[in-house]
């Protein structure tokens, strides 16, 4: 449960969601070109400012919704902002808020060019009650959806009284978790954040009666549409994992073919089937590194490497050719793989094994017969609660965010009384299944791409990436640049966008 990774639907027993990856910058005055502004997190996770950045933090209250003496405890509230772009108060030049992620906020501001994002409570530094307060339910209590939202909302209008900004606009942008913050910022306080781009954010999937096959589908349809070979080799080797971990001899094998260090065979399957869904979720056209650098097209990549294997021909060489762009892209692996070093390692929180105990459970992790996984049947709430109660002496509230936000519901409510939302999905994403994927109104605006992968649109622009990519982003920016006019015209400001 520690190190359970929240990319990994179930792979570490829980379902959990993802992160929003390298995040592309939105600045409507001036679209800035690749890599504009963005942050440079050093090898020990510190960002450099000298792209415009500064790191800042807020006293934030603990809680705001209660008056009982311990809500008026503060904690320090990190946030990261950018002004280099910015048109300036007296120009009521809009404001762009990154609705931070499930991870340390430099890894997700990284390639990001927005104006400012903020570090959810229990996130990276921002922490209540101290460093090692998310593994204690005393002082994790504190950390909800809700609380969350309210903790942006108040940063957010802070902020602008300190820029004496309050005149302009702000539209929120995430993406996965975060996208998920940000539709739901919109419907909150729709006063304070003009519209949101909501990007990968599986809102409908916090319905514990939701389809837990469909994630895996996702995934089985990526690897079978690229190579029905590499499909069958992924989907035949559970089996062979498990008959060669049940003899001393097979799992000797095993580990020198996979290059495993030694004992690591035990948790291969879960270290394999991690860097396969988390390809699934990155498979972006151009180079990336977020979870682990990782070339253009993986998937392909992946299966090009189970189809020509260059190091043996039984299962394990093929698979090891697989794990091998995942693992070890850049070479620097070392002599053999650790298997325990989960495909999530440089984002795994606590924080997020807490959410999933108490909140936010995202169905996934069933696989019919179809799947290039071993067939399952996907979580058991039962089950979950008994874990959830054991680590951590908390029970889940499964239907609290159904509630609270609405799912399979949602659409018809946001058609009566929603507006300005962007939802972005990519249709190679797992996550795509949660996605709201078809437009609900004029001014809640679905955009689908069937070859875009988690939050693409969000990634920092590049010379190389295809056009459908490129028109995807300007498409979400004509749409946000109509929600600032329109704001500009109710307001009577004037303005040159
Ligand atoms: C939880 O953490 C707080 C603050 O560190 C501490 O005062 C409290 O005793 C802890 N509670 C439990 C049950 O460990
Ligand atoms: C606004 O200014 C006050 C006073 O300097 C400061 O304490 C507070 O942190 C600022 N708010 C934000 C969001 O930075
Ligand atoms: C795999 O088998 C093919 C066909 O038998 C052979 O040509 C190839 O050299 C083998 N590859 C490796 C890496 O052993
Ligand atoms: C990782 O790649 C480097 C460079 O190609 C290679 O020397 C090393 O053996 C690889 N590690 C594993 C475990 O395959
Ligand atoms: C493998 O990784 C785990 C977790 O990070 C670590 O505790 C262990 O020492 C590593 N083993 C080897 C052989 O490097
Ligand atoms: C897979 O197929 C078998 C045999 O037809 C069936 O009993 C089982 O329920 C199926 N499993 C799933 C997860 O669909």
């Known amino acids: 449960m520690k190190s359970s990774s929240f990319l990994l639907p179930l792979l570490s027993l829980l379902s959990l969601l993802c992160p929003s990856l390298g995040t592309k910058p939105i600045f409507l005055r001036r679209f800035p070109s690749q890599a504009h502004g963005s942050l440079r997190p050093s090898a020990d996770g510190h960002v450099s400012s000298s792209r415009g950045w500064e790191t800042k933090y807020y006293t934030q209250t603990l809680d705001h919704f209660n008056y009982h003496p311990i809500s008026y405890v503060t904690f320090q509230q990190k946030y990261l902002i950018n002004a280099e772009h910015w048109g300036g108060a007296a120009a009521s030049a809009p404001i762009f808020v990154y609705t931070g992620n499930e991870g340390p906020i430099e890894i997700f501001a990284k390639n990001t060019g927005l104006m400012f994002d903020i570090a959810p409570k229990y996130y990276g530094t921002s922490i209540p009650f101290g460093s090692g307060a998310e593994e204690n339910a005393t002082t994790a209590g504190y950390l909800s959806t809700s609380l969350v939202l309210a903790d942006f909302a108040t940063l957010i209008v802070d902020l602008k009284r300190n820029l004496t900004a309050q005149k302009s606009p702000v539209v929120v942008f995430g993406g996965s978790y975060g996208g998920m913050l940000a539709a739901w910022f919109r419907l909150k306080y729709p006063e304070v954040a003009i519209g949101a781009l909501a990007s990968s954010a599986p809102i409908l999937q916090i319905d514990p009666n939701f389809n837990p096959f469909v994630f895996t589908s996702i995934i089985t349809n990526n690897f079978k549409s690229t190579s029905e070979n590499c499909y069958r080799v992924i989907k035949n080797s559970w089996d062979e994992i498990d008959r060669a971990v049940a003899s001393n001899t097979g799992k000797e094998k095993m580990e020198k073919s996979l290059k495993l260090c030694t004992g690591g065979a035990e948790s291969a399957k879960d270290w394999i089937d991690g860097a396969l869904t988390l390809v699934s979720m990155t498979d972006y056209p151009t180079p990336s590194n977020f979870l682990q650098p990782l070339p253009a097209y993986p998937v392909k990549q992946m299966c090009n490497a189970i189809d020509n294997p260059t190091t043996g ?94 799912a399979s519901s949602i659409k018809t409510a946001l058609k009566k009384f929603g507006s300005n939302i962007i939802f972005y999905n990519g249709l190679k994403d797992p996550w795509s299944g949660g996605g709201v994927l078809k437009s609900i109104s004029k001014t809640l605006v679905a955009i689908v791409a069937p070859k875009g992968a988690h939050h693409v649109d969000l990634r920092a622009s590049t010379r190389d990436d295809p056009k459908w990519l490129q028109d995807l982003r300007t498409s979400e920016v004509q749409i946000i640049k109509k929600w600032i006019r329109q704001y500009y015209r109710d307001n009577s400001i004037s303005s040159s966008i």
Do not use: H
């Open 313 to 406: 021909n039984d299962t394990f060489a093929k698979l090891y050719g697989a794990m091998n762009i995942y693992y070890n892209y850049t070479g620097a692996a070392g002599e053999c793989f650790n298997t325990s070093v989960s495909a999530t390692e440089r984002i795994d929180s606590d924080a997020w094994s807490w959410q999933t105990c108490t909140e936010i459970f995202l169905p996934t992790g069933a696989n019919n017969n179809e799947s290039m996984f071993q067939p399952s049947t996907g979580t058991n709430l039962e089950w979950m609660t008994e874990l959830c109660y054991y680590y951590y002496y908390v029970k889940p509230r499964f239907f609290w965010l159904t509630t609270e936000f609405g």
